[in-house]
């Protein structure tokens, strides 16, 4: 079977595109930089993201107390020991709002990763709302010569889910960071979120074709996952029956039709989160590795015969 992605994966895998390009993967080293958050500190809204905490998902080197070199040296080092086959690293700007800042603090953080030996390009993770012309300027600039990843929260298409969540932005100005990102040239990433409260999965598999419209590059899943510490746990602890959280061979169903009527051209780099087992407060799926997880979903390609983009368009 000849995919339009040249390789045999039964999806277009983000890693698999990374190997063919630069004949190893492409490893992202996670940091915190030290940015803050307009959704919690009163600029757009307090309190955050009703799911967010990012302590969760922060590995232990990532400490804005260390300077960006440092930390990459950390993750590195670590990274080397775990992965073979790397052919470079990407300086992933993950904790909070990586554009939340005047874009001389921004341009002095993304161009300490940059002069980095190992350091290939950036991937700057942030909210749509929080992207102004003078931001893509920079990262337009810094694209000419590095790879440049803008990693968006969408988390859902709908309206009603977004508000719902405490979001803080429409899926209107989701689309319209995606749009301006793209016509800078900018590599872009969407994060879309399964599960949230609310949504039926009618209405999450309707988002393959929404976001498949989109001038997006990569997209993240994630399944929702009840993080401790956070506004959405206390609301699962005291309402359990307003969430429907999925289960692991429903998810890995659910994905999988996902995918069926998602874009071919759209790499996905990853299905589903994994949350640390200490903070999570929901389905614990047997505690099983994102690469078991990821076993089950190409199985289930397989066993479906089916393939990304099957039922696109
Ligand atoms: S998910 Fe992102 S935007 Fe939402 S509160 Fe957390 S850091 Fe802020």
Known sequence: MNYYWEDNRRFNSWTAYTQRKYGGRLQKVSLNAGFSCPNR???????????????A???SYCNPSKSI??????????LKRRYKNISGFIAYFQAYT??????ELLEEKY??????????????GTRPDCINSQVLD?????????????????ESCYDSTLKRINRGHTF???????????ERGLHVTAHIIFGLPGETQLQMLNQAKIIS???????????????KGTKMAQQYLSYPKQFELFELDEYVDFIVSFTERLAPRMLIDRFCGEVPPKYNLGKKWGEMRYYQILEKIEKKFEQKNTWQGKLFG
């Open 41 to 55: 500190d009163g600029t757009i809204g307090y309190g955050g993201c009703t799911y967010c905490n990012n302590e």
């Open 57 to 59: 998902f922060n590995p």
């Open 69 to 78: 070199t440092a930390q990459l040296d950390q993750g590195i080092a670590f």
């Open 98 to 103: 990586n554009t939340y800042g005047s874009v």
């Open 111 to 124: 161009r300490e990763a940059l002069v980095h030996e190992d350091i290939m390009g950036i991937s700057v």
């Open 138 to 154: 920079l990262l337009e600039d810094i694209s000419a010569s590095k790879f440049v990843s803008l990693e968006l929260g969408i």
């Open 172 to 182: 209107d100005q989701s689309v319209r960071a995606i749009k301006l990102a793209s």
């Open 213 to 227: 419209a989109l001038p997006i590059n990569s997209v993240k899943f994630h399944q929702l996952q009840i993080v």
